[in-house]
């Protein structure tokens, strides 16, 4: 069988490392060819890639509600020919519009579902008085007709949350839900845990953007310094707010206990030196990065994204907050933290809990998927073209 992924980019994020994990995972199958088209060479997992077949082909289009449309496929078009998948899955809407101007019927498509796609939401009152909105609409409709002429999809939603979304949105192709996967074995190690002192080890990784609302954990902060917790708060990303948290940090008098590390390649050593992993994000497609803590050993304190139900066992491997109250948050810091016995028996169940969702078994499931396809991604309302 020969696979061929799609993505814009081998940029840092959650979508792209588990696109080269799936990647590195299908390699390892017999009888299973991968090769990864990217339309930027921007790559921050170099070791990820260096195995792999990663091409990078320029690609774009531009649509327009008023102009003729315009496309740059033409290099695409010809390597997906010559390459003659019999799988194309593509990941995030850049790529999932791009490749489907490809005309090429004679593959199985997937669109793996990273996130809820606003361009899928459905057509309301609101859509007629919202340019963004509109536009969204248009890009939808043009991509639903492109569908139709490469034989369908097949959805992969990496959450609940999400299949729940493209249920709805677009109920007229099938949906399989396929919770996201990491490569266990990267980040396992086995806890050392002591009844000693020590300052408490908090971590967050993500982009320093709005949803990620890191903004939040330093409000978690003051409550831990007014309760006599000594601690600190590493923080691992970069983005357009790392500036301002940096300002309110000094303005809240935190420094010496906020670190801003930026983006590192390292981060399963600050997974092995941390005492608890917490997650602030308002929206959370899945939350990777939550099963990577888990694989560590940390007990992880998060808000509700939605996605990232789907990873948390409430009290068995962290806890979930529903509402964004920094006193509650920084309680349940506060009760694992001084609780040892608990904090034991929640690092060691994290651990069991991740592994549940290691690459490998991940892999064997999504072979299942492409083979039970057979073909028939479109199926719901459209025969497959041969």
Known sequence: MKILHIIPSLRKGGAERLALDMCNGLAEVSGIVV??????????????????????????????????????????????????PD????????????SRCVHYPRAVWFSHC?????????????????????TNFYEKKFLLNRYKANGGTHFIAISEDARKYF??????????????AVDYKKFYRKKEITDGGGSLRLLNIGSFVSKKNQAFLLDV???????????????????????????????????????????????????????????????????LVLLEAMAAGLPVVTLDGRGNRDVMEQGKNGYM??????????????????????????????????????????VTRLLEIYRKDDGNSGKKTHERKK
């Open 221 to 287: 902060c003051r409550v831990l310094v007014q309760k006599k917790i000594d601690f600190e708060l590493h923080l691992l990303g970069d983005g357009e707010n790392r500036k301002a948290l940096e300002e309110k940090a000094k303005t809240m008098r935190l420094e010496g206990r906020i670190f801003f590390h930026g983006n590192v390649d390292n981060v399963e050593e600050f997974l092995w030196n941390s005492d608890i992993y917490l997650h602030s994000a308002t929206y959370e497609p899945f939350g």
């Open 321 to 362: 907050l529903f509402e964004p109250n920094a006193e509650a948050f920084a309680e349940k810091i506060t009760e694992l933290w001084r609780d040892k016995e608990k904090y034991r028996e929640i690092s060691r169940y994290a651990q069991m809990h991740a592994q549940k969702f290691d690459i490998k078994q991940y």
């Open 87 to 98: 799988v194309i899955h593509t990941h995030l809407f850049e790529a999932e519009i791009i």
């Open 114 to 134: 990273h996130d809820n796609m606003v361009q899928f939401e459905s057509f309301s009152w609101k859509t007629l008085f919202s340019k963004k909105r509109l």
């Open 167 to 180: 249920e709805k949105t677009a109920p007229e192709y099938p949906l399989t839900l396929l919770n996201n």
């Open 35 to 84: 090769k990864l088209i990217c339309f930027s060479d921007s790559n921050d997992y170099q070791d990820l890639s260096a195995h792999q077949q990663v091409e990078v082909i320029p690609s774009g289009i531009s649509l327009s509600l008023y102009k003729k449309n315009k496309f740059r496929i033409q290099e695409l078009q010809g390597e997906i020919e010559k390459y003659a």
